[in-house]
C-alpha cells in the first residue's frame, strides 16, 4: 500500500497564493504518477494536474494552466507539489492528492489517496 499525507491548504483572498504539499509512504516503487484532484461541494471530484515521475512530464487541466505548478521533490522522490496563484473563488475545493502505477488523469485509476486539504478561496 502506498499512504498520503496532504498539507498546506487554508483560506486565502482572491489572487492570493497557497502551496500544497504530499508525500508518499510505503510501496512508493509502484508509482508512476501522482496527481492532485480536488472537489468542490455538490460537484464531481475533478482532475487538477499530474506528474509522470520518470519523464517529469506536467499535465493540467484547461482551467488552472498558467495558474498552477506541479512539481517534484528530487531529493525525496515521493513528495509531490501544486503551487496555486491567483487563485480565484471557484477554486475552492478540497484538494486530493493521489497516485497511480501508470500515466492517466482518470480518477478511477488512482488506486491510492490522502484525506484530502481544505482550500478556501474567498472574493
Known amino acids: 500500500q502506498v499512504q498520503l499525507v496532504e498539507s498546506g491548504g487554508g483560506l486565502v483572498q482572491a489572487g492570493g497564493s497557497l502551496r500544497l504539499s504530499c508525500a508518499a509512504s510505503g510501496r512508493t516503487f509502484s508509482v508512476s504518477t501522482m496527481g492532485w484532484f480536488r472537489q468542490a461541494p455538490g460537484k464531481e471530484r475533478e482532475f487538477v494536474a499530474a506528474?509522470?515521475?520518470?519523464?517529469?512530464?506536467?499535465?493540467y487541466t484547461d482551467s488552472v494552466k498558467g495558474r498552477f505548478t506541479i512539481s517534484r521533490d528530487n531529493a525525496k522522490n515521493t513528495a509531490v507539489y501544486l503551487q496555486m496563484n491567483s487563485l480565484k473563488p471557484e477554486d475552492t475545493a478540497v484538494y486530493y492528492c493521489?497516485?497511480?502505477?501508470?500515466?492517466?488523469?482518470?480518477?478511477?485509476?488512482?488506486?491510492?489517496w490522502g484525506q484530502g486539504t481544505q482550500v478556501t478561496v474567498s472574493s
Open positions: 493521489a497516485v497511480a502505477d501508470r500515466g492517466t488523469i482518470v480518477a478511477g485509476a488512482y488506486e491510492y
Open positions: 506528474i509522470i515521475w520518470s519523464a517529469g512530464t506536467r499535465i
